[in-house]
């Protein structure tokens, strides 16, 4: 099946500091991707939709200026997290939507823990 | 807005016997539903999804489950539990066609030999 690939797998950073989380789908076109977060023991949380070559979509609650989505190709999403607190710690996810099919298929995720 | 009760966190089933994890769900609109594992330090996989036609849907690895308007559910079923299923199964539920997706809180499915 269609692979998509977070990277890093785990990151620990610094309060104050950015992170640059990357999806890619590397063996098809994604026009639209969608970034989740996962809280311990708890559901996936839709944040924001990515739409190749326009403005990302945020969910009523997530702070576009905290949470920059990028889409700028058909195969790259990237999710950075600006001015990091301990609280953004979590499991970020993935998705990423097959032009042709219409198909999701997510990512491995990402673990940060902000210190 | 949709959203889908699982409950139950932790589900201890026995090598060989019937593994049911259950979902309802809650939607304004016809929904789509889905059915996903993880296994540990890896992505979502779909095991199976309900989008229209037949209410009983058959996915991957002999998992079933079957769509109930009158009950909003969408109960998950496997007649015999493999040590391989033992990973977290989420559902979700999105409206047709726009791939937004609401997950519940995830069963973490234990089999034991």
């Known amino acids: 099946g269609a692979v998509v690939s977070q990277h890093p797998s785990r990151v620990i950073c610094k309060s104050g500091t950015s992170v640059k989380i990357e999806c890619r789908s590397l063996?098809?076109?994604?026009?639209?991707m969608f970034w989740y977060r996962q809280f311990p023991k708890q559901s996936l949380m839709l944040m924001a939709t990515?739409?190749?070559?326009?403005?990302?979509?945020?969910e009523q609650g997530v702070e576009k200026d905290k949470f920059l989505i990028n889409h700028a190709s058909l195969t790259l999403s990237t999710l950075t997290v600006t001015s990091a607190h301990p609280e953004d710690s979590s499991f970020y996810i993935c998705?990423?939507?097959?032009?042709?099919?219409?198909?999701?298929?997510f990512g491995e995720g990402s673990r940060l823990t902000v210190l | 807005a949709q959203s889908v009760t699982q409950l139950g966190s932790h589900v201890s089933v026995s090598e060989g016997a019937l593994v049911l994890l259950r979902c309802n769900y809650s939607?304004?609109?016809?929904?789509?539903l889905f059915w996903y594992v993880q296994y540990p330090n890896q992505g979502l996989q779909l095991l199976l999804k309900?989008?229209?036609?037949?209410?009983l849907v058959k996915g991957i690895n002999g998992f079933e489950a079957e769509f109930k308007k009158s009950e909003t559910s969408f109960h998950l079923t496997k007649p015999s539990a493999h040590m391989s299923d033992a990973a977290e199964y989420f559902c979700?539920?999105?409206?047709?066609?726009?791939?937004?997706?609401?997950f519940g809180k995830g069963n973490q499915v234990v089999v034991i030999p």
């Open positions: 998705s990423a939507r097959q032009g042709s099919t219409g198909e999701l298929f």
């Open positions: 063996d098809f076109q994604a026009t639209t």
């Open positions: 990515s739409n190749e070559g326009s403005k990302a979509t945020y």
């Open positions: 939607s304004s609109v016809p929904p789509y």
């Open positions: 309900y989008t229209t036609g037949a209410t």
């Open positions: 979700a539920v999105s409206e047709r066609g726009n791939n937004r997706l609401a």
